[in-house]
């Protein structure tokens, strides 16, 4: 039992538990995290990804009229308040199978706080409340930011490469490039997960005998040897920032790890870890 006199291990006990984790992150992060349920608020998660995405007229991640017909239905809408204002929301949906996953689709916040931490052990105990055993999302590969953020800050693994998910984008932060992505998988109960969401996740070191099977020269993708159990595949140090100034590049980037970690996922390999230069850890059962 939870201090609540709740089994700890029933939907309400673990979401208890996970309520305190995403509380005490909210205060480090100086935030208030709540569901939206007002149009006003719901203008502010658009405008607010309009800053950070600098989106054409038609292409915001989300409008108006989707949140609220998600908040009406039940799923996922949330905010981040601090500074006077809306810092960070959050978006997602259930998602197969029916009852047990939720899918997040977009989470935007500033920058260098820990809002967006906070945000997804929200998300997290928001989840564990209502029964739920996995929240999925998708993600870049080639943004080292956020493969930190997602495979070593909160303990998710990639489980499939998706080609040109999303097709052309118009922002300016996909603008040019194509729209790869990583369906990222976080198993809510995983004791992976468990610890990483109390603060206990560690750099990564990188396993002894692991081959280098993509790396970085000179800014470029070098290809290396793809004979091993452990390979290594790297990823650009900016590539947002490399898009707008050396196209080609960065188009080379997203080629190279399509092929190389996009092949290592469909063969059936499992990435296990990012480190801290940067590199994918993958397995090969």
Same mark, same amino acid.
């Given at each position: 039992m939870n201090q609540a006199g709740k089994p700890a291990d029933s939907p309400s006990g673990r979401g208890d538990a996970a309520t305190g984790r995403f509380e005490a992150a909210a205060r480090r992060a100086g935030v208030k995290v709540r569901e939206l349920r007002e149009i006003a608020e719901f203008e502010?998660?658009?405008?607010?990804y309009d800053g950070i995405w600098e989106t054409e007229p038609g292409h915001a991640p989300i409008n108006v009229e989707l949140l609220i017909a998600f908040?009406?239905?039940g799923n996922y809408v949330s905010g981040a308040f601090g500074d +006077?204002?809306?810092? +960070?929301?959050?978006?997602g949906f259930f998602a197969a199978p029916s009852g047990r996953a939720l899918h997040?689709?977009? @989470? +935007?916040?500033a920058r260098g706080r820990g809002i967006g931490f906070a945000l997804k052990l929200h998300q997290r105990a928001w989840a564990? @409340? =209502?029964g739920? +055993?996995?929240i999925s999302w998708t993600y870049d590969p080639l943004v080292r930011r956020n493969a930190h953020f997602n495979l070593t800050k909160l303990g998710a693994r990639p489980e499939r490469y998706l080609e040109s998910f999303y097709g052309a984008m118009g922002d300016a932060i996909n603008a040019g490039d194509e729209s790869d992505r990583l369906l990222a998988v976080w198993p809510l109960d995983d004791p992976r997960v468990e610890a990483a969401c109390s603060g206990a996740a560690r750099p990564v070191a990188v396993p002894g005998g692991a081959v280098v099977a993509l790396a970085e020269e000179d800014g470029r993708?070098? =290809?290396g040897s793809m004979d091993g159990r452990t390979l290594l595949v790297g990823?650009? =140090?900016d590539i947002e920032t490399l898009r707008p100034r050396d196209p080609a590049t960065a188009r080379a980037w997203r080629h190279a790890v399509r092929d190389v970690l996009g092949g290592l996922l469909e063969d059936g390999a499992q990435v296990t870890g990012f480190t801290a230069g940067g590199h994918y850890i993958v397995e090969r059962s």
């Open positions: 502010q998660v658009v405008e607010l908040a009406h239905s +006077g204002g809306l810092v +960070g929301a959050s978006v997040s689709h977009v @989470t +935007g916040c564990l @409340t =209502r739920l +055993g996995v993708p070098a =290809r990823t650009p =140090r």
